[in-house]
């Protein structure tokens, strides 16, 4: 594994911050190893002579329609390896299979994907902070196992028969409903400062910057926006102060 290329979407850092753990094990064994921010980058201009890892997380049991599109633009190639890693605080039910089945039919070589539970960032609670020190610690050390085991050729992507297509696709299909797209973000007008870094974090453009904020219909509710924002302005439900991360917003810059 001499030159990885590791394609991460990440919504409150989860994601990112796994893909990380990994790449310091890839780096200390000498690997050549890119991050990349799936939002900024083109899926034609993959480099089917790496290896291609892609980790993003697990959203409505399926995943984010960015992360869709990009891996439905990859090139087709004859037996470029690829991995998987995605986070979840939950269930993922055929995302696995679902997105094995894209990609070997592209001509991918399929050689590992791994599931990491994280904190819930969909309905974040200060109580539970605690408790998500533990799920972190539990996954980072995952994450440099996975690692490891990808290096030595110890891994392997299972496969579910059971309708993962079916699955996967009524799934996707909720993120096209007009109201969860318009009204996923709420705003408190009176504790917005203006600072516009709403609608410089969000990785799909939804946000634009007038006297306020505008949120547009593309909204995939990955809640960049929310845990980043410093005034606590945004929110999805009334939740108090506490806003979970998992980064510094600083990493998505």
């Known amino acids: 594994m ?8 990440s919504g409150t850092g989860n994601t990112l911050v ?3 753990k990994m790449k310091k094990v890839f780096d200390a064994k000498g690997s050549i190893t890119r991050l990349l921010r799936i ?12 290896i291609i890892g892609l980790a993003f997380p697990v959203a409505i049991f399926t995943t984010y329609p960015i992360v869709v599109n990009f891996i439905k633009g990859m090139p087709k190639v004859e037996g470029t390896k690829v991995f998987m890693v995605d986070t979840m605080g939950g269930l993922s039910l055929s995302l696995v299979s679902h997105v094995k089945t894209m990609l070997k039919a592209k001509g991918y070589n399929t050689i590992g994907a791994k599931e990491f539970v994280m904190p819930d960032n969909f309905t974040p609670s200060l109580e539970k902070d605690l408790k998500n020190l533990d799920i972190m610690e539990k996954a980072y050390t995952k994450a440099e196992a996975y690692a490891e085991d990808l290096w030595t050729g110890k891994t392997s992507w299972p496969s579910i028969p059971v309708l993962p297509a079916l699955l996967f696709w009524l799934s996707q299909l909720i993120f096209k409903i007009p109201s969860f797209r318009k009204k996923a973000v709420k705003m ?3 504790k917005c400062v203006k600072c516009g870094l709403c609608a ?7 946000v634009v910057m007038r006297d306020y904020p505008v949120f547009l219909d593309k909204c995939e509710l990955c809640m960049r926006c929310i845990a980043f924002c410093s005034a606590h302005a945004l929110y999805r439900k009334k939740q108090g102060e506490y806003r979970y991360r998992a980064v510094n917003n600083a990493d998505f810059s």
């Open 200 to 206: 410089k974090l969000c990785p799909v453009k939804n």
């Open 18 to 20: 796994i893909c990380q």
């Open 2 to 9: 001499s030159n990885v290329d590791l394609y991460c979407f």
């Open 39 to 50: 939002e900024n980058e083109d899926p034609k201009n993959i480099v089917p002579e790496n």
């Open 188 to 190: 408190d007008h009176d």
